[in-house]
């Protein structure tokens, strides 16, 4: 098992950025993707990106892409999400996530085994 913890959310104004970040413990080795989901209420999950553990490759949904990035840190086992030129739609509760199957490009929460509690971020107009 691998227990996961998201920090870095909060409010901010549209155009501006917010880093979060997903610290990974436990049986780390097994982490194959890691990926970063997204709820907004009254809606569902919806993927926003995720990335390769090892090969470092990255993906995104299609409403985020240009405005996230996703990076991690091997030695220190976290994954970062780097959100810019925020929207009121980005407002969710945002849910980092790891996979240890050795899938192509998941983008469906079945995909994954793992997930953390859950960071807000706001976005005000």
């Known amino acids: 098992q691998v227990q996961l913890v998201e920090s870095g959310g909060g409010l901010v104004q549209a155009g501006g950025s917010l880093r979060l970040s997903c610290a990974a413990s436990g049986r780390t080795f097994s982490i194959y993707n890691m990926g970063w989901f997204r709820q907004a209420p009254g809606k569902e999950r919806e993927f926003v990106g995720a990335?390769?553990?090892?090969?470092?490759?990255?993906y995104f949904g299609d409403s985020v892409k240009g405005r996230f990035t996703i990076s991690r840190d091997i030695a220190k086992n976290t994954m970062y999400l780097q959100m810019n030129n925020l929207e009121p739609e980005d407002t969710a509760v945002y849910y980092c996530a790891a996979g240890y199957r050795r899938a192509a490009f998941p983008r469906t929460s079945n995909e994954y085994d793992n997930w953390g509690q859950g960071t807000q971020v706001s976005v005000s107009s």
């Open positions: 990335i390769n553990w090892n090969g470092g490759s990255t």
